[in-house]
């Protein structure tokens, strides 16, 4: 049997902020009527996080539910719990039109962290980061510099630390771009 | 820049984040219509100078196709709305008229006759 492992596999950069392959992460795509009872219901019991709002991911212990879009939601799960839990999903939502897919395997997972890590962000990506606009809970989907990203700012901590997902296809070369735009002697000094 | 807020994600993206989608409200001519029909709604497309109605997607985004009104002159933007519908709202047209006193596109105009 072959153990897992990440696209990157374990890959590390410290500069201006530190860019890390964040290992392997359960991840589900959840489709759906997400003002639905049995649709909250389920994604509490699958994750133990509420439904987030527009534009924010709701973290818990162990689990997380993130805002896609107006009717897509992306759930974070342990790594080794995705399959099961993708199970329960479909039969909790039984009779719904919903879907849950496990795409745990089809995603790259980063985290950045330190000092520069707006920065870092900002260069590659058409969002405001300033720590008005840009907040602890806040979800955003977006472009970095040549692929579709979605990433969010980790609650709590002295430094920022971000947590991004792409998709896996692409997860060496987010990780040059991110290495790239954390070069040591990069620093631009705007947040 | 073209900066376009997604109705759906309230998203002020800008154009890199999103893809053009043409014309907007075009009515479609399938089996059953007759030639001209099929030949007006294939290809006559409106090429104004001023205010155009488009459809645009949030592909770096929530993925959603939605409906812009700008002008083609200066770029401004009226308003975005919904893609689930046949007109513009007449929140949009009254911004339009608002600016543009007099505009017509297609079948729609400022109301006035």
Known sequence: MSSPVTATNGAQFTGIATVEDAGLQGMITLRGDLSSKTLKAAVKAATGAEVPEQRKISVVEGGAAAWMSPDELLLLVPYGDAVAKTAELAQALKGEHALAANVSDARSYFRISGAGAREVLAKISPVDLSSQAFAPGDFRRSRTAQVAAAFWLEDGGEEDSFRLVCFRSVGGYMFQLLAGAAHPQSAVGVY | ?113
């Open chain 2, 1 to 113: 820049m073209l900066i376009l807020e997604c109705p759906y994600c309230g998203v002020k993206a800008e154009e890199t984040e999103l893809a053009a989608g043409g014309e907007a409200h075009l009515k479609r001519f399938g089996p059953g219509s007759d030639e001209d029909q099929f030949h007006d709604y294939l290809f006559m497309r409106e090429n104004p100078k001023g205010v155009h109605f488009e459809r645009w997607r949030h592909a770096n985004g929530c993925g959603k196709w939605f409906h812009a009104a700008r002008c083609t002159t200066t770029l401004e933007v009226f308003g975005t709305y919904s893609a689930q519908t046949y007109e513009p709202p007449q929140e949009i047209k009254d911004k339009i008229t608002a600016k543009r006193p007099g505009w017509s596109w297609r079948e729609f105009s400022d109301g006035a006759k």
